[in-house]
């Protein structure tokens, strides 16, 4: 595969209809969850505090997203334009992540230490663990960017792959999450089919949890896993081939889909948002409240 093929994937028309079809499901749905989370809500919880961060996160991401893959195609020159353009991406990217994580985390103390959960659990502690996230996100991101720029260059398509920085803060961003996303995930399912069911109805709640539970965990594995391992490849071997570039643009623009993917997850699938999103609650709906207590500590 020569040169010019490398850079001819992405002028396919599939590709812009994927990107377009992308920015404009993404900022649709974040900006109506941010939007019912901010205003439509009672009160502020634990989750409603990291969903909103993780709408927050995601909606800065697609804004970036355009300039971003724009830069991305000017290896000329390693411009301030285009290192706040990376900046802002993968601050998000890594944000998101690291968001979902804190939820995955939350959900895992509220099942499986419910006593310990009175303590843990505050919304002052999660705004501050947010506050936290976004501190060590940006410390981190800083840090890579004075490496990168002693090193040859920040933006992606000006170092063209020669430095290792990249590569080893990525994967740190995210291999630790995965590993305690999935040891979370896993804790909370099975606390959840071990629990006593008292009736049909909390049977079919505790069934519904633990469904949504595994798809949030399978999202972030189908969105994130494919690009890092492709990155880890690449920083392992040292691949510098048409084909890993390639690979790492295609799954590079599939981990962008967990924007819209996060909005669905975690703000549709949740019964407190859906209840908050329309004017009125239909009287078999309350009369079946009790059955989504499980759904509802979770979301």
Same mark, same amino acid.
């Given at each position: 595969?020569?040169?010019?093929? !490398? ?28 939007? #019912?989370? !901010?205003? @439509? ?14 709408? $927050?996160?995601?909606?800065?991401? &697609? ?29 998000? +990217? ?10 995955? $985390?939350?959900?895992? =103390?509220? =099942? ?6 009175? +303590?843990? @659990? ?6 501050? =663990? ?13 840090? @890579?960017?004075?490496?990168d720029v ?11 792959? +020669? ?17 305690? &996303?999935?040891?979370?995930? &896993?804790? #909370? ?5 071990? +629990? ?6 909390? /049977? ?14 399978? =999202?972030? #594995?189908? !969105? ?5 391992? $492709?990155?880890? *490849?690449?920083? /392992?071997l040292g ?5 890993i570039k ?10 962008? /889909? ?37 759904? *509802?500590?979770?979301?």
């Amino acid at each position: 595969m020569n040169s010019s093929n !490398c850079s001819s994937w992405d002028a396919n028309p599939v590709y812009y209809t994927y990107m377009g079809g992308l920015l404009a499901l993404g900022l649709l749905l974040n900006g109506l969850a941010l939007w #019912v989370l !901010c205003w @439509r809500l009672p009160r502020w919880t634990e989750t409603r505090i990291y969903m909103a961060n993780l709408a $927050v996160a995601d909606l800065c991401l &697609l804004c970036a997203l355009p300039s971003f893959l724009y830069f991305q195609k000017q290896t000329s020159k390693d411009t301030p334009l285009c290192q706040i353009s990376q900046a802002v991406y993968l601050l998000n +990217r890594y944000m998101s992540i690291s968001l979902v994580t804190a939820i995955a $985390v939350d959900r895992y =103390v509220a =099942v499986r230490h419910p006593l310990r959960a009175r +303590r843990l @659990r505050s919304p002052g502690r999660a705004a501050a =663990v947010c506050t936290a996230l976004w501190a060590v996100v940006l410390g981190s991101l800083v840090l @890579r960017w004075f490496l990168d720029v002693q090193d040859g260059g920040f933006c992606f398509a000006v170092r063209s792959g +020669r430095s290792t920085y990249t590569g080893v803060f990525s994967l740190l961003g995210f291999y630790l999450p995965l590993a305690v &996303l999935v040891f979370c995930s &896993l804790q #909370v399912v099975t606390a959840l089919t071990q +629990r006593p069911e008292a009736n049909p109805g909390q /049977a079919e709640a505790t069934q519904k949890a633990s469904r949504m539970v595994l798809a949030n965990l399978a =999202v972030f #594995v189908v !969105c994130f896993l494919p690009f890092h391992m $492709v990155l880890t *490849m690449r920083v /392992a071997l040292g691949l510098q081939t048409c084909a890993i570039k390639v690979a790492m643009q295609i799954t590079s623009r599939l981990s962008d /889909a967990n924007c819209c993917l996060d909005a669905i997850c975690y703000y549709f699938m949740a019964k407190e948002f859906q209840e908050a999103s329309v004017s009125t609650t239909s009287p078999r709906a309350k009369a079946h409240k009790s059955k989504d207590s499980v759904t *509802m500590t979770l979301t």
